[in-house]
Structure formats: structure tokens, C-alpha cells
């Protein structure tokens, strides 16, 4: 996403260049102050979720950046998915250069809906979601870990493990949290033992409570193998700072995984998968089935 804000900051000054004469371009204009820039940023109603974004700046134009996305209107106005301060960025282009500036929004309700993976995945309370293995899953006979044919298999059907292994790994009571407080939190813990499938040592983050970050694209689709027609992606989960509970690839040294791709993401269950690197149709995948914490498939 950093990249994306640099090549939009490039372009607007190329384009600013570009509209200059030659022999003006050695006497630009006063770079503005902070100060000078003149925005207003507020929530539609105290608190609100919905924010309002305006430029008051007078000839001058810009970007709005608010951690996730950009807009170049003078005006525009954007539905926060997380509670507490949100930074809203401005990157004002002026005759001088680009000024930056910033208003911080305290986001005290979410009045205004919000897509609903959001509250798939991390709920709409404060304390966030809490996900746990999907163990008594009878659609899978209690199989929630194990490989399958990239982007044609839903779960491993080749070799699947069941709660047998996760207790010999470690992590059949491991739980990740995912919530919106300031922004989208995500906590692994985990008593993971460091043997994996092939019972190699040290595989995946050693037991323990690690706090990263996440975010989700559900434009990032993928097309079945087997029909086309039909998506096998429904989006892609990414994850900083944590994995989820046995995050690796055992047929990759049993590196860390980070990018999963979105099988299923319902109130209550939860399917990812990640290819082994280089993997095309039908080659070697991961999966990974969870459920809500206090859910029960006999429901």
C-alpha cells in the first residue's frame, strides 16, 4: 500500500512538472506550511464511523490517504470499519511541492455498515473474534489441517490430520483473535511444540502470544481448476506479525505462511489455503479449517 501512495505522490508531481514551462521550472512557487493547508475531517455525527473528508485549500488539490485507500477528490467521504482514532493523510500538490497534513477522527461507533467480512472475521464488539480449530466438523470427519490440489480441492483431501495431531503438535487449543480496536488487530496464541507433519523440528512460532496485523482483499478471487465458471478464492487474508495456529508449509521446510487464500469465511466458519510456492493447478496446497470459538457443528 506504500508503494501504491509513492507512484500516486510521483504521478501528480510528473503531471505537475509536465504543465510547467522550461523556463518557469527553476522558479516554482513558495512551498506551502502545514499550517497553510486547509482540510476538515470529521465524523458525519460525533463519533460516527462514516467520515467526511473536504478540502478547503484554496487552488490547490491532492490525495486523501486513510491507511487502506486513496482518493484524489476535492470532497469525499468514507465508511471507517474500525473503532478508536483514525489518521486521515492529506498530500496537498502545490506550485512548491507536496505538503503533507493529517487530522486524527475518534471513531466511538460503527453507525454506518461496513462490509460484512469484517464482522465475519472480526465481529463488532471490542473484544473482537475469537477463531479455534473445527474439530468436530463432520462435513470433513474432524479433519482441519492438511494438504490438497491447489485451486481445485475445498479441504485436504490428500493427507488430512485430525485433533490427534494438533495435540501432538501443540496446537489443538490454540486461538487467534481478530478485532477492530484502532485497526485490524490479530493475536495468536499458541503451545505449538515445533514438529510438524514430517515431525521436523522447530516448524512454525515456538509456543507463546504474538500481536501483528491483518488485512483481506475480497476482490482477490480464483477461479476454480475444474470449472471456471465457479470461484475457488473468495478473497485473500494476509497476516503480519503471526501466523495462523500451524501456519507452514511442510513441503517447503515448513517456512511460515502469511498470504491465505479465502475458502469459506462465514459468522461461524472459516476455510483458508496456501499453495507451496511455484504451485499451478492441481499441485500441492495447505488448508486450514476453523470455526467461531463457542460454536458446536451439532447445533
Not at 231 to 258: F, H, M, N, R
Amino acid at each position: 500500500m506504500k508503494h501504491k501512495i509513492w507512484y500516486n505522490l510521483i504521478a501528480i508531481t510528473l503531471l505537475l512538472a509536465s504543465c510547467t514551462p522550461i523556463d518557469d521550472r527553476e522558479s516554482l512557487g513558495e512551498l506551502l506550511a502545514p499550517s497553510q493547508i486547509n482540510i476538515d475531517v470529521h465524523g458525519i455525527t460525533e463519533g460516527s464511523n462514516k467520515i467526511v473528508m473536504i478540502n478547503n485549500t484554496p487552488n490547490v488539490g491532492g490525495m486523501w490517504y486513510d491507511g487502506m485507500n486513496t482518493s484524489t477528490r476535492q470532497n469525499d467521504t468514507i465508511t471507517w470499519p474500525f473503532l478508536g482514532k483514525a489518521t486521515i493523510y492529506f498530500y496537498a500538490t502545490t506550485s512548491g511541492g507536496i505538503v503533507k497534513d493529517s487530522v486524527v477522527v475518534n471513531v466511538t461507533k460503527m453507525d454506518f455498515a461496513i462490509a460484512p467480512q469484517w464482522n465475519y472475521l472480526a465481529g463488532s464488539e471490542t473484544s473482537g473474534k475469537t477463531w479455534v480449530w473445527a474439530t468436530d466438523d463432520p462435513e470433513y470427519d474432524g479433519v482441519c489441517y492438511g494438504d490438497g490440489a491447489y485451486l481445485s480441492d475445498m479441504y485436504p483431501s490428500w493427507d488430512g490430520y485430525d485433533q490427534s495431531f494438533l495435540e501432538a503438535a501443540g496446537v489443538d487449543k490454540d486461538e487467534m483473535t481478530f478485532d477492530l480496536n484502532g485497526g485490524p488487530n490479530f493475536t495468536l496464541i499458541t503451545g505449538n511444540n515445533g514438529l510438524d507433519v514430517y515431525d521436523n523440528e522447530d516448524a512454525g512460532l515456538p509456543a507463546g502470544t504474538y500481536h501483528g496485523k491483518f488485512s483481506f482483499n475480497m476482490s482477490k478471487t480464483l477461479a476454480s481448476a475444474d470449472d471456471p465458471s465457479q470461484l475457488w478464492a473468495i478473497g485473500q487474508l494476509k497476516l503480519t506479525g503471526a501466523t495462523v495456529s500451524e501456519g507452514i508449509d511442510p513441503d517447503d521446510d515448513s517456512a511460515p505462511v502469511y498470504t491465505y487464500d479465502i475458502l469459506m469465511l462465514t459468522d461461524d466458519e472459516m476455510i483458508l489455503a496456501a499453495p507451496t510456492p511455484g504451485a499451478g493447478p492441481w499441485d500441492g496446497a495447505w488448508y486450514w479449517i476453523f470455526k467461531r470459538k463457542g460454536y458446536s457443528f451439532s447445533e
